[in-house]
């Protein structure tokens, strides 16, 4: 049976549903978020009974455990894909919360504490590539830009409710807040489970060269957006500090800055995007660079403004960290174009040590104000304009599409024995999604990956001797394999020496309908009338409407000859030839 390119239904309001129900998911999720992400150390204190210090001694301890789960959900992530990584992460957060609710003492203290470092690390360690899963094949700035103005909305609006809560209900309004942060993310991992529908193709060997550690473009990049991104995390520990403490400005200020920059995150991110869509990712970095070095320039000087006018001033100049913030979605789209597809998982969790350090690095500059005034306006500021400058000469070492923005270059090669692991996944899910409700359900859920591997891996090695005579041919989107085809002599009892065949010609479902079955197609072409064939023959599912229009559009017609293929134990189902001149 001839495997489709094209599905029987559209892919585009498959593609709608995922992005709905995943930017639907990140909104439940960081709701819950806001509504005690801000709480832990004071919940310990005043509903666990612990001391202050015995508080936030646990509570940075299970921090710490936390960073040691990135390069253990990478690679969760590169096997069983990001859905799968994000979905547990969410339980494992619900379990954290639900901890919490339960402590009396410092131990489920400490085990909230550990859970939740491990689930939130885990969380943004899969989800960037479950975003770049979800926008599909082209770039992802504007689906970035989207998920971060969403996941900005919520996390303010549940701050909003945890502070109404908890001045309506006192202290039960803690255990409130921890018990519909726990509903927020069993929620938001149901949602991702039972609505959120994204193939995935395993990649397991023969890949060591592309280790992480081994890129040093690659962790250049880390150590530039983690200095790229020290402003922002700056600007929401620093400013109270400066504002109440060094300024003695009014208290109302510092919560509406921060306001503000969220404000502006959630209005104007994809707008931001669609500005800055003819720059490179790296100029519009080096641009949210500048901002931010402009705003700690106008941050320093506000000591000699006056103070009836500072609160003005500082509200003016927040909008320069407010745009800054906005080139985020540009940043992190370029992380997720240069990681390299088979170990994309491991290079995006290695990227979020970027915002970890930046996080660390921020309290230790905002303890400098006691020195000086200046001072760590000065560091955040050099950062700023280290990283600007440093994107510069890394875009060279960057590959091109992911630094331009485009569509990484399409690439029709031979097929090799390394390909078969991606070969037989793309040979099942394509099955599944292409011929559901044409072919059993029962069949189709019960196709193995692994046999599929077997037999591709046989075939592409020269082990199965049905295969002399053949080539199969992959087509490479960047470093990924999306998509194959195989041809040769036709087995047809009317055939002759002259009469080739189109055996199969498949993609992976997310990169349906973007013109690379044509290129397969006319790939496969090539090599038929170059092996000498002057006819070509091809079967296909007699029900699959959409198949026969692709293949009729490509110059096959049928010619009139029926054969019927059984499946399973299901009826057998009925193909029909094809046929063209080479």
Known sequence: MNISAVKTRTPDSASRRNRMALLLA??????????FLPLPVVYATR???????????????????????????????????PRAVVICAQFVQAAAALAYFAAEGPLLVLIGAVLLAAGQQAFYSSLFALIGD?????????????????????????????????????????????????????????????????????????????????????????????????????????????????????????????????????????????ATRRLSRTTAMACGAALA??????????????????????????????????MGARANALAEAAAPRPLRGRYLAAFQYAFTAAGVAAPGIVALFSVASWLPWLIVGACGAVAGIALVPLSR?????????????????????????????????????????????????????????????????????????????????????????????????DADGHLGALYVLSLHPAHWRGGTGTLLHDRIITALRAAGHERATLWVLDGNTAARTFYEKQGWTWDGTVRTEPIGDSPPLTEVRYTRAL
């Open 397 to 493: 070492y960057l590959p091109v599409h992911a630094v331009n923005g485009h569509t990484a270059p399409m690439m029709i090669r031979p097929a090799t024995p390394a390909d078969a692991d991606a070969i037989g996944e793309i040979h099942v899910r394509s099955w599944q999604a292409a011929y559901a409700g044409l072919v059993p359900a029962a069949y189709l859920d019960g196709m193995s990956v692994p046999s599929r591997q077997s037999y591709w891996r046989n075939r592409l090695d020269g082990t199965d001797a049905r295969a002399a005579g053949s080539a199969t041919f992959v087509a490479e989107n960047g470093d990924t394999v999306i998509g194959f085809g195989a041809c040769g002599p036709s087995h047809d009892r």
């Open 26 to 35: 990140l909104g439940i999720d960081n709701f819950g978020s806001g509504l």
């Open 134 to 274: 979800t926008a599909g094949p082209g770039p992802k700035d504007h689906t970035f830009a989207l998920a971060g103005m969403v996941r900005s909305a919520a996390f303010g609006l549940g701050g909003l409710c945890v502070g109404a809560l908890l001045a309506g209900a006192g202290p039960s309004g803690f255990r409130l807040a921890v018990a519909a942060d726990a509903i927020s993310f069993l929620a938001a991992g149901a949602l991702l489970l039972t609505m959120l529908r994204l193939p995935h193709t395993c990649h397991r060997s023969g890949h060591a060269s592309l280790n992480v550690l081994r890129n040093r473009p690659y962790l250049a990049l880390i150590v530039v957006s983690a200095l790229f991104g020290l402003a922002v995390d700056f600007f929401l520990v620093g400013i109270p500090v400066y504002v109440l403490e060094t300024l003695r400005g009014p208290s109302w200020l510092p919560g509406a800055m921060v306001a503000l920059v969220t404000a502006v995150g959630c209005l104007a991110a994809t707008s931001a995007v669609r």
């Open 293 to 326: 070095v402009l705003w700690c320039l106008a941050s320093g000087v506000a000591v000699w403004v006056p103070p009836e006018s500072r609160p003005v001033f500082l509200l003016a100049t927040t909008v320069l960290i407010a745009a800054s913030n906005l």
């Open 47 to 81: 509903i666990a009974g612990l001391p202050i210090g015995e508080a936030g001694a646990i509570i940075t301890i299970g921090t710490t455990a936390g960073l040691a789960i990135p390069p253990i959900a990478g690679r969760f992530v590169d096997r069983f894909g």
